[in-house]
């Protein structure tokens, strides 16, 4: 059984540059999410993707943040001209429809800006 | 808009004996709940969930949960405690009567210890 798998796990940038990070789902799963979750609270929901298309979008999602799901497999987000406060946990989760509600995360990338 | 409150940040048990994560929700239509575990440097691990039916649902690892829907409440319980139940714990809704229905907002987390 293969989860929602994340890659890089860990990822230390300087201010100003830019990161990807990617997320594969698991593989019957057409629904996909983003989170962010900084220490001590739970995570915040960024974006959701129904198979590639883009559905919802948070407030938290700045101009700076894009999110992509090509052909409605992995998805990728990337955060350009990084800042500090980006320094968080990112997680992706993934569910089928409506089969079922629950949703399944991966381990997160953890996004230290220094 | 839909929140989640999870009132104590830190519970405590002694191993054996039962526990209880407490957990309330607001939301303007119909409750999905969730409950997720998430252990040091790991990313969340389904428990539980209530969609509909009966109140107490059961889920893993010997943990249930029980909606309550006059309280809005959905509290984490197990009857029996091990020191590998020690983790982070979090609550979840899903508010079915809004706009943004496929999200799931979060409680701050409960950190639980059981204590040998």
């Known amino acids: 059984d293969t989860g929602v798998s994340q890659n890089p796990r860990h990822k230390i940038t300087k201010r100003g540059q830019n990161v990807t990070f990617r997320c594969d789902p698991i593989?019957?799963?057409?629904?996909l999410y983003w989170y962010r979750q900084t220490l001590g609270q739970g995570p915040e929901f960024l974006t959701y993707f129904q198979n590639e298309a883009q559905l919802e979008k948070s407030r938290l999602l700045s101009d700076r943040f894009s999110a992509e799901r090509p052909k409605g497999s992995f998805s990728t987000l990337e955060i350009q001209r990084t800042e500090q406060g980006d320094s968080a946990m990112y997680l992706c989760?993934?569910?089928?429809?409506?089969?079922?509600?629950?949703?399944?995360f991966g381990p997160g990338t953890r996004l230290t800006v220094t | 808009a839909q929140s989640v409150a999870q009132p104590e940040d830190q519970v405590n048990v002694a191993e054996g004996n039962p526990l209880t994560v407490k957990c309330t929700y607001s939301?303007?239509?119909?409750?999905?709940l969730f409950w997720y575990v998430q252990y040091p440097n790991r990313g969340l691990q389904f428990l539980l969930k209530?969609?509909?039916?009966?109140?107490l649902v059961k889920g893993s690892y010997g943990f249930e949960a029980e909606f309550n829907k006059s309280q809005t409440s959905f509290h984490l319980k197990k009857p029996s405690a091990l020191v590998s139940d020690s983790a982070l714990y979090f609550c979840a809704v899903r508010d079915m009567a809004s706009g943004s229905a496929r999200q799931l907002t979060f409680g701050s987390g409960t950190q639980l210890t059981v204590l040998p």
């Open positions: 593989s019957e799963h057409n629904r």
């Open positions: 209530y969609i509909t039916g009966d109140n």
């Open positions: 989760a993934s569910s089928y429809g409506t089969v079922t509600y629950e949703q399944y």
């Open positions: 939301v303007s239509g119909n409750p999905y």
